[in-house]
């Protein structure tokens, strides 16, 4: 089963879209099982704590041993218009029989991802122009395995918007799952222990010319174990051709002290000193360093130089300081799909889309029209709309979804800032630098590829983790051009 989505019989119908009752399973998504739960549905779960929320019911299903859980969308204005997000579960305890959104009717789109359903992931999105009939969000029938919980799901509403397009606050309980950052350096780390110096929460950014950029420099000690951190020295270094400085700012923590030096600023170099920094725990900002950005595009790699690290009692912890740069890029803002230009592509850009295929008015008509024409067929339409929601979910769409609106130039050459051993269990952070005459590190699409995944694998951000002992080759390519190291795993 992978991902499934209703939008069939689309038709215009005067302000409104005309959608066919017969739902449309796309991506192989397959009815194995009849649904059809009995009375009750005890017990209800409730996830968040603002006005729009989700409710989770359980029913017996047809079959025996079977359970029927439906997840609801709690709406007491009626004023959701568009959502989107993600059921999880622990998928050791429950075996998946079907997945199935609600017939659309009227003007509603739904669209389900279940291709995560092997990590304990369903996604899901729907929109509506003119509020939804159903309060149901998905269906699932489930086989519980041995010893599985009554009710063995979490919810989250990722991106909540009214009919209009304004974004809806969703707040949720505390401890919700993927509160992390999803490529920070401490991520379901297995290796030794280790602190984490980073930027931001991201591993690439991008930048308007001209732009203030204000970086953090964060220090993580949630894999440090029994480290106690109590100094830290490090330097920050960048080009000075995309980025000129303008100031660094110590964070405003009681009993720390934090010292900075620009003198080499002009270089691109500038240092600081942390001291008193105990007791450290989780994810700190100890200090934010300031620029502008270039007028032309351009990109860099800001990176960190750890120093020196101690506890209270002088123990150097340098060699257990991981630091992972950032790469940033100097472009015109926007990315297509971005409807709305709020930086992201989302669910309520697809709403967006679909409003101003029928007529209806937008939040920012000149952001739907310079950037709501995925498909690259010099219209915005419906199928622009479709393809956004897909995206929304993770499932296929159109090639130019959420890439820059701006054409870089080609990458003419690359180089990989990289480590050559690993520990089992332990990752790292690669890093490409692309170049098209001028550095365009950040800009440039990379690809990341392992040749031996039973050794060592890589995801979309380049962070490498070891596996088993052996060795691997990872790669990074760019437009045709490529740079690869030999990383062995002990």
């Given amino acids: 089963m992978s991902g499934c989505m209703s939008w069939s019989g689309i038709a215009r119908t005067g302000a409104f879209l005309s959608v066919a009752a017969a739902s449309v399973l796309v991506g192989g998504c397959r009815d194995l099982s009849p649904i059809a739960p009995g009375d009750g549905g005890q017990p209800t779960r409730v996830y968040g704590a603002g006005a729009v929320r989700l409710s989770l019911s359980r029913a017996p299903g047809a079959e025996p041993g079977t359970f029927v859980y439906t997840l609801r969308l709690i709406d007491p204005g009626s004023r959701v218009g568009a959502y ?7 998928a050791a ?7 199935l959104a609600p017939e659309d009717a009227g003007d509603e789109f739904h669209v389900i991802n279940a291709e995560g359903m092997d990590r304990g992931v369903i996604r899901f999105a729907a929109l509506s122009l003119d509020g939804f009939a159903d309060d149901r969000v998905l269906t699932v029938l489930v086989l519980p395995r041995t010893g599985a919980p009554a009710m063995p799901f979490s919810a989250t509403l990722d991106v909540v918007s009214d009919r209009g397009g304004v974004p809806l606050t969703v707040r949720e309980p505390a401890g919700s799952f993927a509160a992390r950052p999803q490529f920070s350096l401490t991520s379901g780390w297995a290796g030794p222990p280790f602190i984490a110096l980073e930027f931001d929460t991201v591993p690439a950014r ?18 440090a174990n029994s480290f106690q951190l109590d100094s830290l020295q490090s330097r920050i270094t960048w080009n000075v051709q995309q980025l000129t400085f303008d100031s660094i700012k110590a964070a405003s923590v009681p009993a720390w002290r934090i010292t900075s030096d620009a003198s080499q600023a002009g270089s691109g170099i500038v240092s600081f ?10 994810s700190n900002v100890i200090v934010t360093a300031y620029f502008t950005a270039a007028p032309d595009t351009s990109g860099t790699m800001v990176s960190l130089e750890p120093l020196a690290a101690a506890d209270a009692q002088g123990t150097s912890f340098l060699a257990s300081v991981r630091p992972r740069a950032l790469a940033l890029c100097v472009a015109p803002p926007g990315d297509w799909g ?69 054409s870089f130039p080609p990458t003419t050459s690359i180089t990989l800032v990289s480590s050559q051993t690993l520990a089992v269990g332990a990752s790292a952070q690669f890093v490409a630098r692309t170049f098209a005459g001028t550095e365009t590190t950040g800009c440039a699409s990379v690809t990341w590829t392992s040749s031996n995944r039973a050794v060592a694998v890589v995801n979309e951000a380049g962070l490498v983790s070891g596996i088993a002992s052996g060795s691997a080759t990872i790669t990074a390519a760019s437009n045709g051009v490529s740079v690869a190291v030999l990383v062995t795993v002990s």
């Fill in 206 to 223: 991008r930048v308007a010319p001209r732009a203030s950029v204000a970086i953090p420099t964060i220090v993580n000690v949630d894999s």
């Fill in 84 to 90: 989107q997000g993600r059921l999880s579960f622990a």
């Fill in 93 to 99: 305890d429950i075996a998946v029989r079907s997945v």
């Fill in 338 to 406: 971005d409807a709305n230009g709020d930086g992201v592509v989302n669910i309520i850009d697809a709403q967006q889309v679909a409003r101003y295929s029928v007529g209806l008015s937008v939040l920012d008509t000149t952001a739907v029209q310079i950037r709501g024409d995925v498909t690259a067929d010099l219209a915005v339409n419906i199928i622009d709309a479709q393809q956004v929601a897909r995206y929304s979910v993770g499932l296929s769409a159109s090639p130019r979804t959420a890439t820059p609106t701006y």
């Fill in 273 to 282: 000193v942390a001291a008193d920094l105990s007791p450290l725990a989780g």
